[in-house]
């Protein structure tokens, strides 16, 4: 069944449909959230309400106006902003550095010089996403992960196209500048 | 982007600081840029080497990107398949219209329709078995109908049609 079915059956209450949107997108959905937010809990809160979102707003999706994928993410978008401004908070330290510890811990077992590296590159990538601002991580983590185009990632962020592309050139440069230089040190 | 076609078709060449922007804004995958712009940039790779090493540090910049490792969540399709969803609420023109025209079935998709189409007449049938709406079979005019038949039948019309 195509999204349109699938969202017309969620409209009548079929939560057999529900059941099978929710395989569809959830890992999209909380793959970005985290991203965001940068938290496990924060996530699978957000990630519950964008499908509770979906079963009681379904009525006001418009096909002809955006794919359902870039509708999700828009109201996970919002909540996540939401969730940030209401928490004045964006990811902390702690957070960060637990998932750098998760990122080690996987490839401890690793002891070839080559990949001590690049576990190092990839921590600082890490933290340096996370200390982006929340715009220019959200335009990053849509056009790379997420696969949008520029187009859909400036309609999910409620943006225009040459605001979006301003976000996306400032955080390449920063994660350039920031990987250039350690490249250049070692 | 157009805005950037035109204004960049104006020149032919790409300079380093035009490069670093497209780079930054398109990214390091030169088919994804406007032509024009990609067409300049390759030019310009051609000539520059620090143009070239920009390009390499973008290209491994999205590489650690892609590499990224995905986060897990044990659990939580369950927990958002569980959670308790309102009931919906339709409206009996909502229902009717759902009932009438099905989005599944192919039979029901015409004889529930054809049925309601055919409701008023049965209606109209029903109805004129119960209710006379003012003719009265007993009537006594209805009767001088019979009468005036059997007299009509009987009215010699030839006499006038032969008169001079």
């Not at chain 1, 959905?29 to 990630?47: K, P």
Request: aromatic share 6%; with cysteine.
């Amino acid at each position: 069944m195509t999204d349109e079915e699938l969202m017309a059956a969620v409209c009548r209450g079929d939560q057999s449909a529900y059941q099978t949107l929710v395989s569809q997108h959830l890992k999209a959905i909380s793959h970005y959230a985290f991203r965001i937010l940068g938290s496990h809990s924060d996530t699978e809160d957000i990630a519950q309400e964008v499908f509770l979102k979906m079963w009681v707003n379904a009525a006001q999706w418009q096909p002809q106006k955006a794919k359902l994928s870039t509708w999700l993410h828009r109201i996970a978008h919002n909540l996540c902003i939401d969730f940030l401004r209401k928490h004045k908070r964006m990811t902390t330290d702690s957070e960060i550095d637990d998932e750098a510890d998760s990122e080690g811990s996987s490839t401890s077992t690793q002891e070839s010089t080559d990949q001590a590296s690049g576990d190092k590159r990839m921590q600082l990538l890490l933290a340096e996403l996370h200390r982006l601002p929340e715009a220019q991580r959200s335009a990053i983590m849509l056009c790379h992960f997420s696969g949008f185009s520029n187009q859909e990632a400036a309609d999910i962020m409620s943006l225009s196209v040459k605001a979006l592309e301003s976000q996306l050139a400032r955080a390449r440069r920063s994660l350039r500048s920031t990987l250039g230089e350690t490249a250049n040190n070692e | 982007m157009n805005n950037d076609e035109s204004h960049t078709a104006s020149h032919n060449t790409m300079n380093k600081q035009e490069f670093t922007t497209a780079l930054d804004t398109y990214g390091s995958d030169l088919g994804s840029w406007p032509s024009v712009l990609a067409a300049q940039a390759n030019a310009l790779l051609v000539t520059d080497s620090e143009a070239r090493q920009l390009l390499a540090q973008q290209e491994s910049v999205e590489q650690l990107l892609e590499q990224m490792p995905q986060p897990v969540f044990p659990g939580l399709q369950n927990r958002v398949l569980q959670q308790p969803l309102p009931a919906k609420s339709q409206s009996w023109a909502e229902q009717l219209v759902d009932w009438l025209i099905p989005e599944q079935g192919f039979s029901m998709q015409w004889w529930r329709p054809l049925s309601a189409a055919c409701l008023p007449m049965l209606v109209g049938i029903v109805m004129s078995n119960y209710f006379t709406f003012g003719v009265d079979v007993a009537d006594q005019g209805f009767q001088a109908w019979d009468d005036e038949l059997v007299m009509l039948s009987l009215t010699d019309t030839s006499e006038a049609a032969t008169l001079p």
